[in-house]
């Protein structure tokens, strides 16, 4: 299908920094195929009037667990043991793949209503998570979270699994794959050394939870007189391009093994707050140049997956914490936030506002408090906006929402579903 | 009017705690009527079905400058200096009473549509402040920002003008007032001796900045020898009832001196962070029994006046720097966003859902992702939500927001106003 967004306010990336420009956007089928003057050869199925609108790529949210939306506001406030073991592990015990469905497309409908149009997903049920994703008209990074610390077999089958995975979303070109060893704690050497083997052969990127907490770190030095990012570039595990979610907790020298590897690092800003984990040295890996996405981690530890919101506390925290109101700027975080995600997660056709780019577009109401006066609207996305503004929401050139309402789900039947099923596992 | 919420979910305060409950509330002209069973000489004139909405009382915003609502997004990422002389100054000085109007409109429509209900505004065109929350149907209490540092006469002015404003809105029960002497910076000792002399004769309480800023605790110490708060107490400037915004830099002695003075303490955690200032000592101030509240502070520093993103902030980033996850609970949170905010303000009949309080309520949308599943609403409004799921605010008895549609703002001519304003002020 042929889509023309009409004289849209929209923001491009021109001559080193964004601006925002009135113009016209033609998507032929899954690309955008012109920006401007609409071409004598486009013919649009459909046209949206852009005049109230804020054309913007879609966000990538870099790093979460999406059917863990199901355990949203079930387990605050508490110490990272009792939030993990007392409540949440109990409860993802019980937790069925139809469940993990649900809490999955719940996940969906709160990120394509605030604006994301790509995310990452590592842990369990890949399946239902991938067809979520996949049925909701979302663009999806997925990783089976691959745990094997002992010689019990667990770790082997989970390998199986994320291989299964794999091949059952091999056609679908919306759902993509990394391997994800879910941290150094909960995976033994030899099976990191599998893991990366295995990447390297199937040309798999890797993700991984990375120093998120103080814990991680001392123990990794007990045990391997190594930092945690040592100790896997001692592995060799840097040489297969990774995703590092958190890295809260980093020495200088990690920064640098991090920065001449290209790893690419999601920071979580809510989450690594919420469960009192600290705040990620951002302003030095931004320095060096490291490639930096945002991720908003699960609905258990945001409590939310809004990226706004998670925008807004990337670009804010750091200013505080260092008392330095200069440091990340507005733009560095929507860049975090769009492109830097998408090179994050090998998907270099996408977060780009850009003729011959995926159609993964946002249209924002400019008649929103939030966004006025129109002083600087990239500046409003990462400083005041919401994610409520998100109107109009088109992936892989298929309009996934239209006036704030959902065109995939059935958003009656998703909230029955998820209060359901969490009466029945809180029990 | 009378109007009856029937068959609602609503935060109630009982036992110790919030619980949500099922319940009917009715609302007879300002006041809240019944809570539970219909009374059976209530006749609702309007019937408002509350089976899909989650009624709490209105939020109450502490600290901010309305009419800066215009800078917003304006200047961003620049040192406290640059920042404010160099951007803001020079377009504050340009404005106009009448584009003051239309910034405080442009706040009071985002605080509503993000369920706040009462606010307190200090700093310059606080007639116009007053007209605008007025025409609005909010519920504000102002205070002009009172600076006098040399002979000039303008601080005497100033008291004239707070004093007229003080007379004109006198006859209106939504409006009320305190003396604001804008810092210890912007005011000499004889003046702040008056205008505490003022406060005590006329019975107003005073609202005050208060060590916002590390340089102003040590031109504090330098000037005077003493912390910011250890000079106003010196001063007997406590002995009246006050609200102090900011409270970042404080002294142990300084937290002992607010809390045996019963000042209250306005965290405006967003403006903090973007001018580099720091994160205020809320776990310790709380810990000691300080009332605390929150405050947006201007556009210009936030950049929105949406409490709910205050509440996210308050509830997290406390947990985060000081590495300790059990720090300032949700409940703590929502208590700061409102029965707290109405004491700070000597609002006694708001900021509680109770028989014979202020009917100011806000119905948020309970079929939206940020509240499901439903597993702790309270933890939602304070970890979860972000603004966007308040459909009804109803203040002082009167609806002024019904399905998202505002009722008392004409949103069109109010973003073509803010723009057409902004264009001419930034010129």
Known sequence: MNILIKDTLAILYENGG??????????????IYAIGDIPEDFTPDEIIDGKNYLASTGLINCHTHSYMSLYRNFADDLSFDDWLFGKIDPLENRT???????GAVLSCAEMIKTGTTTFTDMHMFKNMTAKAADDCGMRAVISRGLCGEDESGGGARRLDEAFEEIENFKDNDRISFMLAPHAIYTCNTEYLKKIIGLAIGENLPL?????????EVSQALEKYNMTPTKYLDSLGFFEQKTLAAHCVHLSDEDMEILKRNNVSVAANPISNLKLGNGVAPVPKLLDMGVNICIGTDSAASNNSLNLFRDMN????????????????SAEDVYRFATVNGAKALSL???????????????LLDLNSPSLNPHNNLVSALSYSANGSETDTVIIDGKIVMRKKE???????????????????LSK
Chains 1, 2 share one sequence.
């Open 313 to 328: 506390f990337t670009a804010l925290i750091h200013k505080g914490v260092n008392e330095k109101a200069q440091c990340v």
């Open 18 to 31: 964004y601006i925002t420009k009135r113009t016209n956007i033609c998507i032929k089928d899954k690309i």
């Open 348 to 362: 270099d056709d996408t977060g780009e506002l850009k003729v011959g780019k995926k159609a993964d577009i946002i």
């Open 96 to 102: 069925t793949p139809d469940d993990a469905y649900w």
């Open 207 to 215: 993700n991984i939870h990375l120093s998120e907490t103080r814990y």
């Open 406 to 424: 959902l065109l995939t789900i059935d958003e009656e039947k998703l909230y029955f579903n998820v209060n359901k099923i969490m009466e029945r």
